[in-house]
């Protein structure tokens, strides 16, 4: 019994130091150089850059080892950017590269991707591509690509400028920014994750300017940017319920400019924003408490800090393969 206890101690005591990071973000901290990804704990603490090039977008796969993100490709002088997804694990080894430009139809030999986005049981992942569009145009579709067998499936068909691509938790749907309605205005639009029943979840206009729609832990809502070009001027944040299509408003502060936000967790939203704190010409990363409106300050260095994306350490799956996750903190609760 005694090296029992003995024992358990021991495990209590390594806990801490076998945590794992749980929000991963993009940062350009050095002085020169582009934005790197780094991850850090949910206090801010403990933070570990995992890149050494430029990258774009991150987000955590479903079990946490690994995370996809954008990466530039290398091209000819006076040639257009190019981009395609790439994957890493978690701590930053094993760089591959996911979708290739082996294609017939690339828009004019240009690989221009974004906004990757994994499905919950981690088989595939969606992410918009203008592959298909027309030479010289800035349009982009949705795609996902089934991680084991590399096939892609095309899902949008309307010509127009998608970004911000968001798979639901329960995997039913995908939310994204499309300005399909009017153009220069993007809005938020939910469809099912086959590619059917896309439709508008906020109507657009000339006045809105929506973006970055991320899912909430129940897929119920989506949690959204909204910049008013109307009388008053100013953005906010929004969390939207699908299923009621009620819109709940964030108390943020007034001064603050609003980069994006995703929700980490129930009860809190991460949400990069400047101008909070006496720092109004960087973006710093926020935890924001839905109930209370607690702000905690989570990054404080001289370069923006942004893109985030967050995963609960102790995601334990205790449901058959290929079936929606369930965390310990679910069952608790």
């Not at 020169?32 to 991850?39: D, F, K, Q, W």
């Not at 691509?165 to 939310?175: C, L």
């Not at 953005?235 to 007034?254: A, E, F, L, S, W």
Request: with cysteine; hydrophobic share 35%.
């Amino acid at each position: 019994m005694l090296l029992l206890r003995l024992i358990l101690c021991c495990l209590l005591c390594l806990l801490p130091t076998l945590a794992h990071t749980k929000i991963v973000f993009k940062s350009k901290r050095a002085a020169t150089g582009g934005e790197r990804l780094y991850v850090m704990d949910d206090d801010g603490r403990n933070v570990q850059q995992i890149t050494d090039y430029s990258a774009l977008w991150p987000v955590w796969s479903p079990d946490g080892k690994q995370i996809a993100f954008l990466k530039s490709l290398p091209v000819e002088r006076r040639q257009p950017q190019q981009f395609a997804v790439f994957i890493i694990n978690s701590d930053g080894s094993n760089l591959h590269r996911l979708t290739d430009d082996h294609e017939d139809d690339l828009n004019g030999g240009r690989l221009f991707e974004g906004a990757p986005s994994w499905s919950p049981d981690g088989h595939r992942i969606a992410f918009t591509s203008a592959r298909a569009t027309k030479p010289g145009t800035s349009g982009k579709e949705i795609y996902t690509m089934d991680l084991t067998t590399k096939k892609m499936r095309r899902l949008t068909r309307r010509e127009s400028l998608k970004t911000s691509v968001s798979w639901s938790p329960d995997g039913r749907y995908i939310a994204y920014r499309d300005d399909a309605l009017i153009r220069g205005f993007p809005t938020i639009f939910v469809m099912r994750a086959d590619g059917s029943g896309q439709r508008e979840l906020v109507k657009a206009d000339m006045f809105h300017f929506r973006y970055g729609p991320r899912w909430s832990p129940d897929s119920q809502s989506v949690v959204y940017d909204e910049d008013n070009f109307g009388p008053g001027g100013g953005g906010q944040v929004v969390i939207h319920n699908i299923k009621t299509d009620k819109r709940q408003v964030v108390d943020t502060p007034d001064n603050w400019d609003v980069h994006g936000a995703c929700f980490m967790g129930s009860k809190h939203l991460l949400i990069s924003a400047k101008g909070f704190n006496g720092t109004p010409d960087k973006y710093e990363i926020y935890r924001y408490h839905l109930v209370t409106g607690e702000i905690v300050n989570l990054t404080n260095t001289p370069g923006n800090d942004y893109a985030m994306d967050w995963i609960d350490d102790d995601v334990l799956s205790v449901s058959p393969k290929d079936k929606k996750k369930v965390t310990w903190g679910e069952i608790k609760q």
